[in-house]
C-alpha cells in the first residue's frame, strides 16, 4: 500500500469522503488546519498522535484505524523481536520511532504503543481526549504536564489526562525507550 504515511492519507480521505464531507469539513469538525489536512491525505505527513487522534474522533473512527493493514484474531500478541522489525506499523514522526504493539486488533478500546527517542530530540507536546499511561523502559525521560516537568527512569510510569498539554522526550543526553497506552472513551 506503499509507506506508512500514504497509507494515512489514504484511510483519512476514505472515510472523509465516505462521511461526505470537504476537507473544510473534517478541518471544522476535528480543529485541524485544512493544509495540514490535505498534506495527511496528499502523504506528506505522517500526523502526531494528538492530530490523528483528532481526525479520528471526528471521522467516528478510533485512532488504529488509520494504521492497521490486518486482521489478527484475540490474543494480539507482540513479540520483542517483531515490535522491532515490522516497518508496516513503525511511525517516525519528528525525530522520535512509535511502533504499535496492537497491530490487527480492530476492536480494541486503548491504544498500546512502543516509542524510541533518540538522544537529541524534541518535547513534542500534544492534547488529546482520553488518559495515557507510560513507564519508562530505558534511559531517561522527561515528561511535561501542562507547566511542570518531571524525570521518569527506568520502571518509573506516569497515569495522566491526555487534555492536558503533554509532552515526551528522553532526557540526560542520551536515547530513551517507553510503552505508552492512550485510552480514549467511546
Known amino acids: 500500500m506503499g509507506t506508512v504515511e500514504q497509507k494515512v492519507g489514504k484511510r483519512v480521505r476514505a472515510y472523509r469522503e465516505q462521511l461526505g464531507m470537504s476537507v473544510a469539513d473534517l478541518a471544522q469538525r476535528s480543529g485541524v488546519g485544512e493544509k495540514v489536512i490535505e498534506a495527511i491525505e496528499a502523504g506528506d505527513v505522517i500526523p502526531a498522535i494528538g492530530v490523528l487522534v483528532r481526525l479520528s474522533r471526528a471521522l467516528g473512527q478510533r485512532l488504529g484505524t488509520f494504521m492497521d493493514d490486518q486482521f489478527k ?4 500478541i507482540t513479540r520483542r523481536g517483531d515490535a522491532a522489525t ?18 490487527g486488533k480492530p476492536d480494541r478500546h ?8 533518540p538522544a537529541d530530540g524534541d518535547d513534542m507536546a500534544s492534547t488529546h ?32 489526562n491526555s487534555v492536558v ?11 530513551a525507550t517507553l510503552y505508552g497506552i492512550i485510552f480514549m472513551p467511546a
Do not use: N, W
Request: charged residues 20%; negative net charge.
Open 110 to 117: 486503548m491504544e498500546p504503543f512502543y516509542y524510541e527517542f
Open 73 to 76: 484474531p484475540d490474543p494480539v
Open 165 to 175: 498539554t503533554h509532552g515526551v522526550k528522553a532526557a540526560g543526553g542520551a536515547p
Open 86 to 103: 515490522a516497518p508496516v506499523d513503525t511511525v517516525k514522526s519528528q525525530g522520535f520511532v512509535c511502533r504499535s504493539l496492537a497491530f
Open 129 to 160: 481526549e482520553g488518559e495515557e499511561f507510560i513507564i519508562c523502559v530505558s534511559g531517561e525521560i522527561e515528561l511535561s504536564y501542562g507547566p511542570q516537568k518531571y524525570i521518569l527512569k527506568p520502571g518509573d510510569t506516569a497515569y495522566y
